[in-house]
């Protein structure tokens, strides 16, 4: 069955980077884009961006352009997702989910708190 | 970024049907339709349906979307202790170029 993996919680400085991992495994990896969603303490669901993996192109929030970066790796089926110049408003849970049509498979999420 | 209108809360008596709603606009829920979503408490959110009426397999039959122009409904009928917990909407915004979120409904099964 599809599952997404994703690293474990962060705990990070104001300014600092986090990058955050999903591993893919039970469908084939290529064939569907990948999405980054947070949801903040308390909060919505936030979109950050998309990426096709099978050609590593990145398509990014506004919100969060020039401070996102999204990867894959196709050798370890897995995405990745970089985050710069971090402040309290980005503590939130990050999630990876696969695209089918919509989120149709999520990862488990990863807490990524922001505190100096 | 814009997002899509949802009702804060909904309560209803279990057994009960529960109609969610969703308030976008043409470039976004009125384009492409939209998906659900349910979260419970401490877990990833799970995708109900998507594009206003397709269910992914192994989602109840007890969940029904549909859309009529730029408003979503999700039907939930013979409301489950289960079905406790938050929903979302969302919507691809081909003005905006973005996926855009509803703030949520916090529906309690009493």
């Known amino acids: 069955q599809v599952q997404l993996v994703q690293s474990g919680a962060e705990v990070k400085k104001p300014g600092a980077s986090v990058k955050v991992s999903c591993k893919a495994s039970g469908y084939s990896f290529s064939s569907h884009f990948m999405h980054w969603v947070r949801q903040a303490p308390g909060q919505g669901l936030e979109w950050m961006g998309i990426?096709?993996?099978?050609?590593?192109?990145?398509g990014y929030s506004q919100k969060f352009q020039g401070r996102v970066t999204m990867t894959t790796d196709t050798s370890t089926s897995t995405v990745y997702m970089e985050l710069t110049s971090l402040t309290s408003e980005d503590t939130a849970v990050y999630y990876c989910a696969r695209e089918t049509g919509s989120f149709d498979s999520w990862g488990q999420g990863t807490l990524v708190t922001v505190s100096s | 970024q814009a997002g899509l209108t949802q009702p804060p809360s909904v309560s209803k008596d279990l057994r009960q049907t529960a109609t969610l709603t969703c308030a976008g606009n043409s470039n976004n829920v009125g384009d492409q339709g939209a998906a659900w979503l349910q979260q419970h408490q401490g877990h990833p959110p799970k995708l109900l349906s998507y594009r206003d009426n397709n269910r992914p397999s192994g989602i109840s039959e007890r969940f029904s979307a549909s859309r009529s122009g730029n408003i979503a409904s999700l039907t939930i009928t013979g409301l489950q202790p289960e079905d406790d917990g938050d929903y979302y909407c969302s919507a691809w915004d081909s003005s905006l170029s973005v996926w855009v979120f509803g703030g949520g409904t916090k529906l309690t099964v009493l």
């Open positions: 990426i096709n993996p099978s050609v590593g192109s990145p």
